[in-house]
């Protein structure tokens, strides 16, 4: 069955660097999401992406985050300049229009110290 | 905010079925009743969702009361590996990038 898939699994960096998680959706999918969910706190959305634009964004993704689909099958997060409380595990998610139905990637975890 | 409330936790004993029920009193005629659940700090796993009618899949049922303000979610047969978080979310029936709004869950404890 097909999956979503997400590298690294675990991204550890310093204060004020730049981090870009990766995304693989499942290959018909055409909307794609990130999550994310600080250790104890509930899941939070932070953006939705389709035809090559954000759909919608929370208030959590602030002008240090960035998303982009550079070629026909990744899906990037970008943290510009990461801070203490960017850490959190982050999920990729994609939605097949016709089934409407998110699935979500395994999680990467970044650590910012 | 999630228009969903759920039990904080629940304890099962495995094989037994679980019965999950979460309230949705302002959901309007345009939403899903979705179910997902978390494993330790996985990603979220798509369980089941329904609009009106009980559904039914490989990994659950789903039952929805007539005026729709509330649903069970029942597993048949738990086992262990269903420890989880599970998530009831409401959700526009609108097609494409409709984001998911999770609240705390019920933390379902499947016990020997």
């Known amino acids: 069955e097909p999956e979503v898939t997400q590298t690294p699994s675990h991204q550890v960096t310093q204060m004020g660097q730049e981090v870009i998680l990766r995304c693989v959706p499942i290959?018909?999918?055409?909307?794609f999401y990130w999550y994310r969910q600080i250790l104890g706190q509930k899941v939070e959305f932070l953006v939705s992406?389709?035809?090559?634009?954000?759909?919608?964004k929370s208030e959590i993704f602030d002008d240090q985050f960035s998303v982009e689909r550079p070629d026909g099958s990744n899906f990037t997060l970008k943290i510009r300049s990461t801070k203490l409380e960017d850490s959190a595990m982050y999920f990729c998610?994609?939605?097949?229009?016709?089934?409407?139905?998110?699935?979500f990637g395994p999680g990467t975890r970044l650590t910012v110290l | 905010d999630a228009k969903t409330t759920q039990p904080p936790s629940m304890d099962c004993a495995e094989g037994r079925a679980a019965n999950l029920p979460c309230n949705h009193s302002?959901?309007?005629?345009?939403?899903?009743v979705y179910w997902y659940r978390q494993i330790h700090s996985q990603g979220p796993q798509y369980i089941i969702h329904?609009?009106?009618n009980n559904e039914t899949n490989e990994m659950a049922s789903l039952i929805i009361t007539e005026d729709r303000k509330s649903s069970t979610l029942i597993l048949p047969h738990a086992t262990l590996r269903d420890t989880a978080v599970y998530y009831c979310?409401?959700?526009?029936?609108?097609?494409?990038?409709?984001?998911?709004?999770f609240g705390q869950g019920t933390r379902l404890t499947i016990n020997p």
């Open positions: 302002t959901i309007s005629g345009n939403e899903y």
């Open positions: 979310i409401v959700r526009p029936i609108i097609q494409g990038a409709q984001k998911l709004v």
């Open positions: 992406f389709y035809n090559n634009e954000i759909s919608e």
């Open positions: 329904g609009l009106k």
């Open positions: 998610a994609s939605i097949q229009v016709l089934t409407d139905t998110q699935y």
């Open positions: 290959s018909n999918h055409l909307y």
